[in-house]
């Protein structure tokens, strides 16, 4: 009985901190946003800068990429072929 008392009595604990924890957290939240519209807002904004810097990193790191391909392909003759075709393929304009 005592086993049980204590798994309880730990439970109870360890639910009032969480729930205090919790509390806590929600607090600070709202203490630095006073709005809902001021947090919808805030994470638009946070959403296109992650999605434009998501492009822009990806975009170097293709370019990176290529520019390395094309230097090894004198190493490598039996990627010329692929990587001019890559590289023609980027520097074509599109119809």
């Known amino acids: 009985m005592k086993k049980i008392s204590k798994r309880v009595a730990s439970r109870i604990n360890k639910d009032n901190e969480d729930g205090a924890r919790r509390r806590l957290i929600e607090e600070l939240f709202y203490d630095f ?10 994470n638009f904004v946070r959403g296109i800068f992650f999605g434009f810097g998501s492009v822009l990193g990806g975009t170097i790191l293709v370019a990176i ?31």
Not at 79 to 94: E, K, M, R
Request: glycine share 2%; aromatic share 20%.
């Open 33 to 42: 946003n006073k709005s809902k519209a001021q947090v919808f807002w805030m």
């Open 65 to 95: 990429a290529l520019w390395l391909l094309s230097r090894f392909v004198d190493w490598f003759p039996f990627i010329s072929g692929f990587v001019q075709q890559i590289i023609n393929a980027v520097q074509t304009p599109p119809v």
